[in-house]
């Protein structure tokens, strides 16, 4: 797996966080950086925590599928990068109140659910030959955090007008890894 390849994981999985720090940002009277820091900083670890989770997850149960490995993380992924299309498309907007105070366990919440799908990817890792889970999640990681923090900063700067092209990119480059993975695991590639 290359860099750029983990890069593309890494944003595609950040979009969800992205999103949601965005709407962070909106409830935010003037822009916070200790706020945006703590909040990239949750986003960033719990997308960094479930490929790991996954990964180890795979590993555990490789020798039952290995013959259909390619199968499962095209589906895997392809059902996640679809559903945050879906998402994409729905009119929920979250409201907020601007005097609100950083709230921990609604961040520490909101982190697990923008990562759930990071668990699912991380399975799919352990269906790749020699791959660095370590140096996969820090980039993971590394990215979610700069894409919430700069989620954070827009949201409170110019509203929510990234929010849905931004589910919608993630989406597409989840669907592509997965049909890339897919077309290896036939041998197409």
Not at 48 to 56: N, Q, S, T
Not at 103 to 109: A, D, T
Request: charged share 15%.
């Amino acid at each position: 797996m290359t860099l750029t390849e983990i890069f593309l994981f890494g944003v595609g999985l950040a979009m969800d966080a992205f999103a949601v720090s965005v709407c962070k940002g909106l409830c935010m009277k003037k822009t916070n950086y200790a706020h945006c820091t703590v909040i990239a900083l949750f986003f960033g670890a719990f997308q960094a925590l479930m490929p790991f989770l996954g990964f180890w997850l795979g590993k555990s149960f490789e020798s039952y599928i290995t013959s259909v490995d390619h199968w499962v993380a095209f589906v895997l992924l392809a059902f996640i990068g679809i559903k945050m299309i879906r998402e994409a498309f729905d009119d929920e907007e979250e409201k907020c109140d601007i005097n609100q105070k950083l709230n921990i366990k609604e961040l520490f919440v909101l982190a697990i659910a923008t990562s759930i799908d990071a668990l699912a990817v991380g399975i799919a890792f352990s269906f790749e030959e020699n791959v660095n889970i370590y140096k996969n999640i820090a980039i993971i990681g590394l990215v979610t955090f700069a894409i919430s923090f700069g989620g954070v900063v827009i949201g409170n700067k110019f509203g929510s007008r990234f929010k849905k092209k931004a589910e919608i990119a993630g989406g597409i480059i989840l669907v592509a890894l997965g049909v890339k993975i897919l077309f290896e695991g036939v041998g197409m590639i």
